[in-house]
C-alpha cells in the first residue's frame, strides 16, 4: 500500500509560482512511476505531469510544457512539482498518483491506471 499526502496548494497572483510536494509511504516508492494531475470544477482530471520510477523520463502536458517541473527523490520518498508564471485558469486541486511501472520511458498516465491518490491539494490563482 502506497499513501500520498500533497502539500504546497494555496492562494497565488498571476505569474506566480508554487512548489507542490506529495510525501509517499516508503512502500517500494521506487518502484513506481508518479503523476501530478488536476481537476477543475467542472472538468474531468487530467494529467500534467509524469516522472518514472529512476527519473530518468518525464511527461509534460502541452499546457504546462516550459511552466512546471516535475522531479522526484526516492532516498526521501518525495515528488515534487515547480509551478511557475501561473495562469488563473491553472486553478484547480492537484493531485499526486502512483503507477506500480518500472519502465524506462514514462508516457502518458490514465487516470484509470493509477494505483494510489492522494486526497489533492487546492491551487487557486487570482489576483
Known amino acids: 500500500q502506497v499513501h500520498l499526502v500533497e502539500s504546497g496548494g494555496g492562494l497565488v497572483q498571476p505569474g506566480g509560482s508554487l512548489t507542490l510536494a506529495c510525501a509517499t509511504s516508503?512502500?517500494?516508492?521506487?518502484?513506481?512511476?508518479m503523476g501530478w494531475f488536476r481537476q477543475a470544477p467542472g472538468k474531468d482530471r487530467e494529467l500534467l505531469s509524469a516522472?518514472?520510477?529512476?527519473?530518468?523520463?518525464?511527461y509534460y502536458a502541452d499546457s504546462v510544457k516550459g511552466r512546471f517541473t516535475i522531479s522526484r527523490d526516492n532516498a526521501q520518498n518525495m515528488v515534487f512539482l515547480q509551478m511557475n508564471s501561473l495562469k488563473p485558469e491553472d486553478t484547480a486541486v492537484y493531485y499526486c498518483?502512483?503507477?506500480?511501472?518500472?519502465?524506462?520511458?514514462?508516457?502518458?498516465?490514465?487516470?484509470?491506471?493509477?494505483?494510489?491518490w492522494g486526497k489533492g491539494t487546492l491551487v487557486t490563482v487570482s489576483s
Open positions: 498518483a502512483a503507477e506500480l511501472q518500472r519502465s524506462p520511458v514514462v508516457g502518458v498516465l490514465s487516470v484509470g491506471d493509477m494505483d494510489y
Open positions: 516508503q512502500a517500494a516508492f521506487a518502484d513506481h512511476a
Open positions: 516522472i518514472n520510477w529512476s527519473a530518468s523520463s518525464t
